[in-house]
């Protein structure tokens, strides 16, 4: 069986044809990269009450253990940085062709995904050429959106804290290689489902918190990465189709919200492989 290089050796020399980021001024981009700073400075004073407000939790799960500063990058790091991802959670290239689907992934990733996961499958990375896009582009409040990118990603570090099975149980269904349908399946719903847990946090945002929440939650872009691995996965869903699937999937958690609780997901006994 021929060997392929690994996804970081191919993004290394792709990202050399990679523009860092959209046309903008050199002032505009050092003002998101002071935004997102800023942002993560504000989001790591937040994130104790944000999860507090939920009864299971109290601020001491968090007080000691998340403090945001994450290194903020550019594209063509971006790219990289989700092939050093890839690479840790053993996706591998088999052929030619899934070389070159793979590099054009990472690309893809690399110019739309707000933040980039890191081995823990956390946000371990901003990408500040995207969240200034984004934020043009729906005309947030840039200080309000650096500050809401920011605290997302402190969600999602806190949950990768505290369910480690979560990221065990995953890599598992993508070390079955080639991943069958099944396991796709699940991979897919687990995606999605820790994504809708992080939204019910965010979604208790009020305009005492940011001033220009409502209009952030009603034009937000979806989680690029989330979206394509369910294309991907699912084998072709349209964009419809994936509405629908985390339309279902957030009612599903907002039911055991006003039902068992958050905690009630939140533990191992979800996974099949540490029952």
């Not at 990202?15 to 002071?34: D, E, K």
């Amino acid at each position: 069986m021929p060997l392929y290089p690994s996804l970081t050796q191919i993004a290394r020399l792709s990202a050399m044809g990679m523009f860092s980021g959209p046309q903008a001024s050199a002032s505009s981009a050092q003002a998101i990269v002071s935004r997102l700073r800023r942002g993560q400075e504000w989001a790591s004073r937040r994130l104790p009450s944000l999860i507090a407000r939920f009864a299971e939790f109290s601020s001491s799960d968090v007080q000691e253990s998340v403090y945001l500063d994450l290194p903020i990058i550019e594209r063509r790091s971006a790219m990289v940085q989700w092939a050093d991802f890839a690479d840790e959670w053993g996706v591998r290239a088999r052929s030619l062709p899934s070389a070159a689907t793979l590099c054009t992934a990472l690309g893809v990733l690399a110019k739309h995904s707000l933040s980039v996961s890191g081995p823990s499958g956390a946000a371990a990375y901003l990408v500040a050429p995207n969240v200034l896009e984004a934020g043009v582009r729906a005309k947030f409040d840039l200080g309000d959106w650096a500050k809401w990118v920011s605290l997302r990603a402190g969600v999602d570090t806190w949950l990768s804290m505290r369910t480690p099975f979560y990221r065990e149980y995953c890599r598992e269904l993508v070390a079955a290689a080639p991943i069958d349908a099944i396991d796709a399946e699940e991979l897919a719903r687990q995606l999605l489902l820790r994504e809708c847990i992080i939204d019910v946090f965010m979604d208790s945002l009020t305009p005492k918190d940011l001033s220009s929440i409502n209009w952030i939650t009603a034009h937000r872009p979806a989680d690029f990465m989330v979206d394509g691995a369910l294309i991907s996965l699912l084998g072709g869903v349209a964009p419809a189709g994936i509405t629908q699937l985390r339309r279902e999937m957030a009612n599903e958690v907002h039911q055991i919200l006003t039902g068992p609780g958050l905690e009630s997901i939140l533990n191992n006994r979800m996974w099949p492989s540490f029952q």
